[in-house]
Structure formats: structure tokens, C-alpha cells
Antibody, heavy 120, light 109 residues
Framework: EVQLVESGGALVKPGGSLRLSCAASGFTFNNVFMIWVRQAPGKGLEWVGH??????????DYAAPVKGRFTISRDDSKNTVYLQMNSLKTEDTAVYYCSPQGGSGECANWGQGTLVTVSS | EIVLTQSPGTLSLSPGERATLSCRAS???????LAWYQQRPGQAPRLLIYGTSSRATGIPDRFSGGGSGTDFTLTISRLEPEDFAVYYC??????????FGPGTKVDIK
């Protein structure tokens, strides 16, 4: 059974930093791209970015609103993907989800998410 | 960037009725990399359909997806009480950038 456990969400002040973690199990972690998606309170889903497999160079891509501020990394030995968030803004307030990326680019499975609140 | 538009914004139907949800892309999705998700209140999203028409594991066959080019649909043949939720489409045709649609809420009439 696929399990995804996101953690690290917290209340942080504008301009601050936070690192989220996503521990995965139930699939061959090093063989999939991993995605981060967020959802602001009462709003829709927004793709944050993804990281490719090490065999693909571990390349990352990001949505325009977070490019240059957020960094995705992975530790295949721990089956964990990370989201380092710097220079946080109030509009980054959201529940953050991770997911393995399916062959057609879909978010194949979802965890419960972790809440990040950016407020002074 | 490919923009996805979903219609209607809200669909009010009764249990047992058929629901047809639309997702329109601003550019041709040549690879048909279009997915649909369901999100119930207070829950994480759940993958329903990927690659336009393939059902995800464990998804009942009352859910079906179709379409091509710029126009895609999700059909729920007979609404069950647990199907009243918000539905999102998502594309990956414009790799590496994903986009989601704004969602369609299916509520009880």
C-alpha cells in the first residue's frame, strides 16, 4: 500500500524559511518523479514543482510563483522528498501535498498534507 | 502555459442522475495527458482518471473520462451520495509544467 506522510508545516513569519518532508513507502521510490502540490485555504490545487529520478539527473522544475525561492530535493536512501521554502510570503499559506508522478504526469497518490501558515 | 477551464463551476444534481463535467485546454493536448481528481470536504484529493480515459486503481466504473484536442470530459453515470465533491482536471502535456483547472463542485440538488 502506498503511504505518503508529509511533515514540517508550521506558522512562520513573512520572509522566513521552512523545510517540509515527505516520507514515502509502498512503491519503488528511486524509480519515480516526485511532485509537490499546494492548496490555499478554500482554493483550488496548484502545482509547486517536481523532481526527476537520479537516473534522469534529479532535475527539478518549478511553478513561476515559487521559482527561485523553493527548492525540491530527494534522499532515495530514506525514501524522502523535501521542499525547502525560503523568502516565504503570505500567499504561500497552504496545505502542501507530495505525490509520486505517474506515467502520464498524474499525481498518483496523496498523503494528508501539511499546513504552512505565513503570517506576522 | 496551458490554461485549463472547467465548466460548470457548480453542478446541482440528484443521486442517481448523470453528471458531465467539462475541462477545456487553451492549447491542444497532443499526448492526452489529462487527469481528473475528486476532493471531498476536509480530505486530500484522490486520482480518478489519468491519460484522459484510464481509471485509477479502485475507482468504480461509473466514472469515465474522454476527449481529445482541447476538450475533455469526466462523466459520472449515476451519482452516489459519496460522489458529491469537487472535481479538478490537470494536464501534463505541456511538460515540464503542470496546470490544474479551477474545479467543478457537484452538489446535491
Amino acid at each position: 500500500e502506498v503511504q505518503l506522510v508529509e511533515s514540517g508545516g508550521a506558522l512562520v513569519k513573512p520572509g522566513g524559511s521552512l523545510r517540509l518532508s515527505c516520507a514515502a513507502s509502498g512503491f519503488t521510490f528511486n524509480n519515480v518523479f516526485m511532485i509537490w502540490v499546494r492548496q490555499a485555504p478554500g482554493k483550488g490545487l496548484e502545482w509547486v514543482g517536481h523532481i526527476k529520478r537520479k537516473i534522469d539527473g534529479g532535475k527539478t522544475d518549478y511553478a513561476a510563483p515559487v521559482k527561485g525561492r523553493f527548492t525540491i530535493s530527494r534522499d532515495d536512501s530514506k525514501n524522502t522528498v523535501y521542499l525547502q521554502m525560503n523568502s516565504l510570503k503570505t500567499e504561500d499559506t497552504a496545505v502542501y501535498y507530495c505525490s509520486p508522478q505517474g506515467g502520464s504526469g498524474e499525481c498518483a497518490n496523496w498523503g494528508q498534507g501539511t499546513l504552512v501558515t505565513v503570517s506576522s | 502555459e496551458i490554461v485549463l477551464t472547467q465548466s460548470p463551476g457548480t453542478l446541482s444534481l440528484s443521486p442517481g442522475e448523470r453528471a458531465t463535467l467539462s475541462c477545456r485546454a487553451s492549447q491542444n493536448l497532443r499526448n492526452r495527458f489529462l487527469a481528473w481528481y475528486q476532493q471531498r470536504p476536509g480530505q486530500a484529493p484522490r486520482l480518478l482518471i489519468y491519460g484522459t480515459s484510464s481509471r485509477a486503481t479502485g475507482i468504480p466504473d461509473r466514472f469515465s473520462g474522454g476527449g481529445s484536442g482541447t476538450d475533455f470530459t469526466l462523466t459520472i453515470s449515476r451519482l452516489e451520495p459519496e460522489d458529491f465533491a469537487v472535481y479538478y482536471c490537470q494536464q501534463y502535456d505541456n511538460s515540464p509544467l503542470f496546470t490544474f483547472g479551477p474545479g467543478t463542485k457537484v452538489d446535491i440538488k
